[in-house]
């Protein structure tokens, strides 16, 4: 394949080139030179055979006995009787799942916002799983929940939260995190619904994004809240974040009918193509409205930020120096990003997931709640917890808390991967992501029959639409007819013949350079009279993967029609 032209504006500097290349080396390689747990014999074993990089169906077949194993896994139904002498050799279907597990080293693994754990986050995990501290009380966690409150306050620091007026919770996944979001809000607007339940006292309605994380609405159905008559979701604008004057129109009209809102539910950085809302027009649209209407209790506005937190690492970033040297193609779409991410600190809480672009493993994942005089709303009778000693209560937040065991292996990971990772590590590893995103986009243009979805959002996420060049002369103008959403079979057909030739092609190629997913919601109709919108399916690449390069994507590239 002939290695194509790369603009000056999408070449990576050689300062640049040189720190990523320093941090691949020492936080992304297995070494056991700088992390000795890598040599193992167990681990380095596990290690070698994933960086064969082999595709999935065929790494049983490369593996020793692969067959024999998968199928011993799946007939096996019952515990031995007699336990396992471990002076006789590792459990060998243990190995074979560790192995065989998805292998998100492999460069060619973008298909999603999880990306491989750094060496420093998988020690630390790993210290944290040795010391086994439940992080729910003191008496359980001892210094781990020191650790915790320190990683606290270096999140708040980065954010702009007070440190000593900020507080947050480790817990398990992004899901719970907003959950929390959820709940401070209810709590504090219905503060009779801990004992009696949302149906008591006023009406209410729930506020999200149109295009947020499925989990804004499972969170929803698990709090008992009635989706489909206390639930209001704003439309998303073509860049995929909140439509202001829609939210406005909404939260005025419960205000009118004194219909309390207890929660706003944000996103900064979708999944599918990092829209990011815009947190202090939010807050500002809130305050005047509730002052207006004499709302007591202001709408608690959480942002589940979930995947977009790490751009705080460049709050204080000089991009006039550029001391990075960033490439020109990236750094203007990283400083809009960046000036969204100030304004997180208006938020009353926000999601931070370090096992997305944290490069820390499962789970790791941190709630942060910008005053913690909100958690009092949360606390259940102190006659729950009786066996917990009275006299150190004060340091914990176990009444307040939805989970009874809270694991500090990611609190231990995420601590090792910001010790050793650092600011400047983050913000390169950051940039090349980004800089490998803003590339994909750049090859793909240059495509027939590709229209990019979102460019302008400029995350990590790269969403596509492949139309037939044959039937398809300007793919722009067939996606702004797409949008129009027409009740006409002829329309109908035209969008399903686009949706056929994609479709048939992504499975054609298959796992080649990239492995890319297909999403059924890359994109979205104009909305209806009744606020509906259609799905229009596509593609996409989600660059966190720090070992990814652009070869990588020019082999993609080459092979895009399968």
């Not at 193992?40 to 077949?61: L, M, S, T, W, Y």
């Not at 020191?146 to 899901?175: C, H, N, W």
Request: aromatic share 10%; net charge negative; glycine share 8%.
């Amino acid at each position: 394949m002939d290695t194509p032209d790369i603009p000056p504006t999408h070449q990576i500097a050689p300062a640049f080139r040189e720190g990523i290349d320093r941090i691949r080396a020492s936080c992304f390689s297995r070494d056991p030179a700088c992390w000795p747990i890598f040599g193992d014999p167990v681990f380095a074993e596990i290690v070698n055979f994933r960086k064969a990089k082999a595709h999935a169906r065929a790494r049983v077949q490369q593996y020793p006995d692969g067959e024999a194993l998968l199928r011993g896994m799946r007939e096996r139904n019952r515990v031995p009787q007699t336990g396992k002498n471990p002076k006789d050799g590792v459990d060998p279907v243990l190995l074979f799942s560790a192995a065989l597990s998805k292998n998100w080293e492999d460069p060619a693994s973008v298909e999603n916002v999880i990306t491989s754990p750094s060496d420093p986050a998988l020690f630390g995990s790993m210290a944290g799983i040795l010391a086994n501290a439940n992080l729910v009380h003191p008496e359980y966690s001892e210094m781990a929940g020191e650790l915790e409150s320190m990683v606290v306050r270096q999140m708040a620091s980065l954010a702009g939260y007070d440190p000593a007026k900020a507080t947050g919770i480790f817990t398990q996944g992004g899901t719970f995190c907003n959950l929390y979001g959820y709940l401070l809000g209810i709590r504090k607007s219905l503060p009779h619904s801990r004992e009696l339940g949302l149906e008591h006292g006023q009406d209410y309605r729930i506020i999200n994004s149109g295009v947020g994380h499925y989990s804004n609405m499972t969170n929803l159905s698990l709090l008992g809240v009635n989706i489909r008559r206390k639930t209001i979701r704003i439309r998303a604008t073509d860049s995929n974040d909140m439509d202001l004057a829609y939210l406005e129109q909404q939260l005025i009209a419960c205000f009118q009918l004194d219909c309390v809102v207890p929660t706003i539910m944000l996103t900064m950085g979708t999944t599918d193509t990092f829209g990011v809302d815009r947190v202090k027009p939010v807050c500002d649209i809130r305050d005047r409205l509730c002052e207006q209407f004499e709302v007591a209790v202001k709408p608690h506005i959480h942002v589940d930020s979930a995947i977009g937190w790490p751009l705080i690492f460049f709050l204080d970033y000089d991009f006039n120096k550029n001391p990075l040297r960033i490439n020109a193609a990236t750094l203007p779409g990283l400083r809009r990003n960046v000036e969204r991410f100030r304004d997180l600190r208006h938020a009353d809480s926000f999601t931070v997931d370090f096992q997305k672009w944290g490069y820390v493993p499962y789970t790791s994942s941190l709630v942060m709640i910008k005053d913690r005089a909100d958690l009092k709303a949360l606390e259940h009778d102190e006659e729950y917890f009786s066996y917990f000693e009275k006299d150190i209560e004060g340091q914990t937040h176990l009444h307040a808390t939805i989970e009874c065991s809270r694991g500090a292996a990611g609190l231990f990971g995420a601590y090792a991967a910001l010790e050793y990772l650092g600011v400047e590590g983050f913000q390169r590893l950051i940039a090349n992501t980004l800089q490998n995103a803003n590339y994909f986009r750049f090859r793909l243009s240059g495509v027939p029959g590709v229209k990019l979805m979102a460019a302008q959002n400029q995350g990590p996420s790269v969403g596509f639409r492949m139309y037939d060049p044959e039937q398809v002369s300007d793919p722009e103008e067939e996606f702004d007819f797409e949008s129009k959403r027409i009740d006409d079979p002829a329309y109908c057909e035209r969008v399903e013949r686009n949706n056929r030739f994609h479709r048939a092609a992504f499975l054609r190629r298959g796992k080649i350079g990239l492995y890319t997913n297909w999403v059924e919601f890359i994109a979205h109709t104009d909305y209806d009279l009744k606020g509906r919108c259609g799905a229009i399916p596509g593609e996409k690449a989600v660059f966190m993967n720090p070992r990814t390069r652009y070869e990588d994507i020019d082999r993609f590239i080459a092979s895009i029609h399968g």
